[in-house]
């Protein structure tokens, strides 16, 4: 479900690649000392993007400055200042939507990885209690959609539309709520939803073989083998139409590095999971008639 | 061939129920690629098609809508401008299955499109556009959607797309010639023929 919004590195100039380093860092930094040490695992590149956002529409200047790591002391990097209070909005969410990605994981799991996963939530359960009282809002409609996303996988006959509607909604729920001063509420709660639809939908596509294995719940498992093509349509199409939505924004500073993120980064992550399922499959073919590769 | 019995449902069934039925023929051929479609799924399709549009305009003729044909669609295009989907939802969805015509399945695919439900938008555009061919508006929004299918619509500002123009068009013949040129200038400047330290 994680770290599917990420940059297309060979697209970013050197300052952009930097910028976005900085903005991690930062993020590390934040969540480390909201939360605790260990909450730093939790980090991902999906809380980097809504910081990274949220300082691009608000028009805010980050400045950088050389640190070193908050993991490795020994080694230098770049963070940057001005962007705190939206580091705090992303920390929040990385925390609340970890807790919930595990609860939900716990119930899709066999007994061994249920159990190890239980264990993390041990750990988990503190940092969320913390984040509950930081994020009451983000917290009750982050349960919301939980129980509503769960509530569709059990239904019949559900099509990738309404599968990945209810994390569309949390989608929109998040862009919605950012601390903003600008004026586009529309266009922030429509943006919301592709992105939320997009994050549904390839981890849907990421995790079919596994999920088709232990007869897991997936919009595409229904879909013939063969018409691999035809889901990577579908997701092309949402990662177009999320870039249009991103167009319909005004975004003040750094729309270099989040165009970079929506228009190439989205679609690079398609490319490389089918080349993968490609080649997958080319080798299993490859293996049933007794050749090696 | 009676258009109930080539979709597989009874004549009782309801509106609903038709176009269902419709979705699910159309269902294992829109899982198919252009090319790999043959002539007898072509006909199949047809056939499909030919019988959903003989329901509609038998129910059409044979319904008790009393009120008139054109349906204000304004109001519903306000409320989706105003983004007030579920209002233009609703309002779509009280009119009667015998009043559907091209823009009442392109205002469909308007709303499911800012819902985010694309595949369902595209599916209603399709309808809109084999309704009326002639529409711009409609066939825009069918196409603008279905050319973005292949993953290679670059929607980046047009400023960032020349700038990755410009390092893409940057080939080793050309960094050879750029030295090679400058190597020749720097000749004719210093008179002699050793390599400069520039190049």
Not at chain 1, 70 to 89: H, L, P, S
Not at chain 2, 85 to 110: H, M, R, T, V
Not at chain 2, 176 to 185: D, R
């Amino acid at each position: 479900m994680f770290g599917y919004i990420r940059t297309d590195r060979p697209e970013l100039l050197v300052k952009e690649d930097t910028l976005y380093k900085a903005v991690y860092c930062s993020l590390c930094r934040t969540i480390g000392s909201r939360y605790g040490i260990t909450a730093r695992l939790l980090l991902n590149y999906d809380a980097t993007f809504i910081a990274l956002f949220c300082a691009a529409i608000n028009g805010i200047d980050l400045e950088l400055y050389k640190n070193s790591c908050t993991v490795n002391k020994c080694k230098r990097c770049y963070m940057c200042r001005g962007a705190e209070e939206f580091e705090n909005y992303a920390a929040d969410i990385t925390v609340i939507t970890a807790y919930y990605k595990i609860t939900d994981n716990i119930r899709d799991s066999t007994f061994f990885k249920a159990l190890l996963y239980r264990l993390i939530l041990l750990f988990i359960i503190h940092f969320h209690n913390k984040a509950k009282k930081f994020a009451p809002e983000i917290e009750s409609a982050a349960k919301l959609y939980i129980e509503r996303q769960s509530k569709t996988e059990n239904e019949f006959n559900i099509d990738p539309d309404m599968a990945a509607y209810p994390t569309a909604l949390f989608g929109e729920f998040i862009f919605s709520n950012i601390p903003c001063s600008c004026n586009q509420p529309d266009e922030l709660e429509y943006f919301g939803r592709c992105l939320g639809r997009y994050v549904y939908l390839i981890d849907a596509y990421d995790d079919l073989p596994d999920d088709k294995r232990n007869g897991c719940f997936n919009p595409y498992v229904n879909y013939p083998e063969e018409k691999d093509s035809k889901i990577a349509e579908e997701l092309y199409i949402t990662a177009a139409m999320t870039a249009d939505a991103l167009n319909e924004i005004k975004l003040l500073k750094y729309k270099d590095i989040i165009e970079n993120i929506i228009c190439c980064g989205m679609v690079k992550r398609i490319d490389s999971i089918r080349t993968e399922r490609r080649d997958g499959s080319i080798s299993d073919t490859e293996n049933k008639s007794g050749r090696h590769r | 061939m009676d258009p109930y019995l080539t979709l597989k449902i009874s004549p009782d069934a309801t509106d609903e129920q038709v176009r269902t039925a419709y979705r699910e023929c159309m269902r294992e051929f829109a899982l198919k690629d252009e090319d790999e479609l043959t002539e007898e799924d072509r006909i199949k399709m047809r056939n499909f098609d030919n019988a959903y549009d003989e329901i509609v305009a038998q129910r059409q003729s044979n319904g008790g809508y009393s009120g008139s044909r054109s349906v204000d669609y304004t109001e519903i295009r306000t409320q989706i401008r105003k983004n007030k989907l579920n209002e233009a939802l609703d309002k779509l969805n009280s009119i009667p299955q015998q009043a559907k015509n091209g823009e009442w399945y392109y205002l469909q695919g308007l709303i499911h499109q800012r819902k985010g439900w694309f595949n369902a938008a595209l599916e209603n555009y399709a309808i809109a556009v084999r309704l009326d061919p002639s529409n711009q508006e409609y066939n825009q929004a069918y196409e603008n959607m279905s050319n973005k299918r292949s993953g290679g619509y670059d929607t980046r500002s047009a400023e960032r797309q020349s700038r990755s123009d410009r390092y893409d068009t940057c080939s080793c013949c050309d960094i050879c010639k750029g030295l090679a040129l400058a190597n020749c200038i720097c000749e004719l400047c210093d008179g002699d023929e050793n390599y400069c330290c520039c190049c």
